[in-house]
């Protein structure tokens, strides 16, 4: 699943340069990790929905928490798609 994770990441935000190789399981998404910013957040937040059919809720501390890292997204959207 992080692999699935990872590849989505750089197609959805066309990231230049960067393969799905390139991003550690446990760098942070956002600041000095990937270097993500909330308009990058928003544009995976609907690839996410859309691939795997489970709704977020933008402002919901758990999936704040998802988007930490690749590990904690993996981990989230699996928890989301049992359920």
Do not use: C, H, N, W
């Not at 230049?16 to 760098?27: K, M």
């Not at 990790?33 to 977020?56: F, H, N, P, R």
């Amino acid at each position: 699943m992080e692999q699935e994770v990872k590849e989505l990441i750089v197609k959805t935000l066309s990231l230049e340069g960067v393969s799905a190789a390139d991003i550690a399981s446990d760098a942070p998404l956002f600041g000095d990790g990937l270097g993500l910013d909330s308009i990058d957040a928003l544009e995976l937040g609907v690839a996410i929905q859309k691939t795997y059919g489970i709704k977020l809720e933008g402002g919901d501390a758990e999936t704040k928490a998802a988007f930490a890292s690749v590990k904690a997204l993996a981990s989230f959207i699996q928890a989301r798609r049992k359920s």
